[in-house]
């Protein structure tokens, strides 16, 4: 089976983590998620980070030492192959 997930959000939630991501916006953990589905699917928003959640993340980012930058949130799509998958 093969999972969609859409960078860059799931490459910058996974390295600031989903529950930072969380309390540093101020979204529920459940809208941080959808930041990863494809455009359509659960309310996913395709990969992309809402302009102002991401100067957040951003300037989070660089209070922590966390090395992100502008481009980090513009970067293409990929498929990814789930393990144990037919």
Aim: hydrophobic share 40%; charged share 20%; aromatic share 6%.
């Amino acid at each position: 089976m093969l999972t969609m997930h859409m960078d860059p959000a799931k490459s910058i939630l996974d390295l600031i983590g989903y529950d930072t991501a969380a309390r540093v916006t101020g979204k529920h953990i459940s809208r941080v998620y959808r930041w990863t589905y494809p455009s359509g699917v659960r309310e996913g928003t395709g990969g992309v980070i809402p302009h102002g959640d991401a100067l957040k993340l951003l300037a989070h980012a660089r209070s922590e030492g966390i090395g992100l930058s502008e481009a980090d949130f513009m970067r293409a799509p990929v498929i990814v192959e789930q393990a144990g998958a037919a």
